[in-house]
């Protein structure tokens, strides 16, 4: 689980260890939704049933079908002890009575949950052990290991390792949730919950792959947000970080309209769209488009939009930084000319194209303008 890179992985491994540590020919993870009143299969592992699948789209069941999880794990809990693990068997408390101490045998607890019993008895297991997973002092899932019919019953021992390997489950689970959290922050922008630089800078390079070898389309879309500074200065940086959110939402809104686009904030007033797939035509369509929402916000004045798509005669486009030069040539050539139409790399005269150009220029810039091309 230490080495899991999802949520996916990290139940798929867990799977895989409680049903071997158990001696179980079958194992899943579970994962409470709470919102939705369901239990939700992540993963199952080992010897499939007719139906089951090692990576459910849509394996769920409904709580009030499972009442341990929500109203006898809780009890059990709430004098402060420890949630345990229990036995089901297909026959159930009448064909196999439920013991519920050491002495008796066969760990019982879950009462003869009869949606247990009937699974069970449908997929050819004749015994299971269930452990809740506890996160953050609060039912998460469950972990559940079956044997064939006909296999020893899991015991009262079977049961108390079963806890265990749940709590060792609830630990690799949480290791992975604040993995998750982390990568998210380093590839997101704080304040408008976009992808960053970074985010856009890894996207594009394997965008350009894709470009290398299937010749798929790539075009960048960057912006800049005309008047912030004059907000900040004249109404205060709270009022220019909400026209900064509000133009992100829009933003997202235009790039929603190409299917896998990436909507970035590429650091201060500079935005960007990267999209991987659609013609050039449609990403200026959509460019169009973001010009005219943007100039309509009752903050800011409107934005500057320059696209450089490989789908234009723009010349070999080996390089993400080669890409970010056009499109950002092509958005500063808007700026200056205060369009309000977006500006597009090649289409003006190829590469003799003044974008194209101005691209192409040794860059003398210094300062921020500088450090735009910069990767």
């Given at each position: 689980?230490?080495?899991?890179?999802?949520?996916?992985e990290?139940?798929?491994?867990?799977?895989?260890?409680?049903?071997?540590?158990?001696?179980?020919?079958?194992?899943?993870?579970?994962?409470?939704?709470?919102?939705?009143?369901?239990?939700?299969?992540?993963?199952?592992?080992?010897?499939?049933?007719?139906?089951?699948?090692?990576?459910?789209?849509?394996?769920?069941?409904?709580?009030?079908?499972?009442?341990?999880?929500?109203?006898?794990?809780?009890?059990?809990?709430?004098?402060?002890?420890?949630p345990s693990?229990?036995?089901?068997?297909?026959?159930?408390?009448h064909?196999?009575?439920?013991?519920?101490?050491?002495?008796?045998?066969?760990?019982?607890?879950?009462?003869?949950?009869?949606?247990?019993?009937?699974?069970?008895r449908?997929?050819?297991?004749?015994?299971?052990?269930?452990?809740?997973?506890?996160?953050?002092?609060?039912?998460?899932?469950?972990?559940?290991?079956?044997?064939?019919?006909?296999?020893?019953?899991?015991?009262?021992?079977?049961?108390?390792?079963?806890?265990?390997?749940?709590?060792?489950?609830?630990?690799?689970?949480?290791?992975?949730?604040?993995?998750?959290?982390?990568?998210?922050?380093?590839?997101?922008?704080?304040?408008?919950?976009?992808?960053?630089?970074?985010?856009?800078?890894?996207?594009?390079?394997?965008?350009?792959?894709?470009?290398?070898?299937?010749?798929?389309?790539?075009?960048?879309v960057?912006?800049?947000?005309?008047?912030?500074?004059?907000?900040?200065?004249?109404?205060?940086?709270?009022?220019?970080?909400?026209?900064?959110?509000r133009?992100?939402?829009?933003?997202?809104?235009?790039?929603?309209?190409?299917?896998?686009?990436?909507?970035?904030?590429?650091?201060?007033?500079?935005?960007?769209?990267?999209?991987?797939?659609?013609?050039?035509?449609?990403?200026?369509?959509?460019?169009g488009?973001?010009?005219?929402?943007?100039?309509?916000?009752?903050?800011?004045?409107?934005?500057?939009?320059?696209?450089?798509?490989?789908?234009?005669?723009?010349?070999?486009?080996?390089?993400?930084?080669?890409?970010?030069?056009?499109?950002?040539?092509?958005?500063?050539?808007?700026?200056?000319?205060?369009?309000?139409?977006?500006?597009?790399?090649?289409r003006?005269?190829?590469?003799?194209?003044?974008?194209?150009?101005?691209?192409?220029?040794?860059?003398?810039?210094?300062?921020?303008?500088?450090?735009?091309?910069?990767?």
């Amino acid at each position: 689980m230490a080495a899991a890179h999802t949520p996916r992985e990290s139940a798929h491994a867990a799977a895989l260890g409680v049903r071997q540590a158990l001696g179980g020919s079958f194992a899943a993870i579970s994962k409470w939704e709470r919102e939705l009143g369901k239990l939700r299969v992540l993963v199952n592992t080992g010897e499939l049933a007719e139906g089951e699948e090692e990576f459910p789209d849509d394996e769920s069941y409904p709580v009030h079908e499972f009442p341990e999880i929500v109203g006898f794990l809780h009890e059990q809990w709430a004098g402060g002890g420890e949630p345990s693990a229990w036995v089901e068997t297909a026959e159930g408390p009448h064909g196999r009575p439920a013991p519920r101490t050491a002495e008796e045998g066969p760990a019982g607890g879950g009462g003869g949950n009869r949606q247990r019993m009937a699974a069970l008895r449908r997929r050819g297991r004749g015994c299971c052990v269930v452990a809740p997973i506890v996160l953050h002092g609060r039912a998460w899932g469950e972990l559940y290991v079956a044997r064939r019919t006909g296999e020893p019953v899991f015991g009262r021992a079977d049961a108390d390792f079963a806890s265990v390997l749940a709590a060792v489950t609830a630990a690799g689970i949480a290791q992975t949730e604040r993995l998750a959290e982390a990568r998210r922050l380093a590839f997101t922008d704080a304040l408008t919950g976009l992808a960053n630089r970074r985010a856009v800078d890894m996207r594009l390079d394997e965008a350009l792959e894709l470009h290398r070898r299937d010749e798929v389309v790539v075009s960048l879309v960057v912006c800049d947000l005309n008047g912030l500074k004059r907000v900040n200065d004249s109404r205060g940086h709270a009022v220019g970080d909400r026209l900064l959110e509000r133009f992100g939402s829009v933003l997202s809104l235009c790039g929603a309209m190409l299917p896998g686009t990436l909507v970035a904030r590429l650091g201060g007033d500079e935005f960007c769209l990267l999209a991987v797939g659609p013609p050039a035509d449609e990403v200026v369509k959509v460019a169009g488009e973001l010009c005219d929402r943007a100039g309509e916000l009752d903050l800011g004045e409107g934005v500057a939009v320059g696209v450089a798509s490989t789908g234009d005669p723009i010349g070999p486009v080996r390089s993400a930084r080669r890409l970010f030069r056009l499109a950002d040539a092509a958005q500063y050539k808007a700026k200056a000319a205060r369009s309000g139409e977006p500006v597009i790399a090649g289409r003006h005269g190829g590469k003799d194209d003044p974008v194209v150009r101005l691209a192409d220029a040794p860059d003398r810039r210094s300062g921020p303008e500088r450090r735009r091309f910069r990767r």
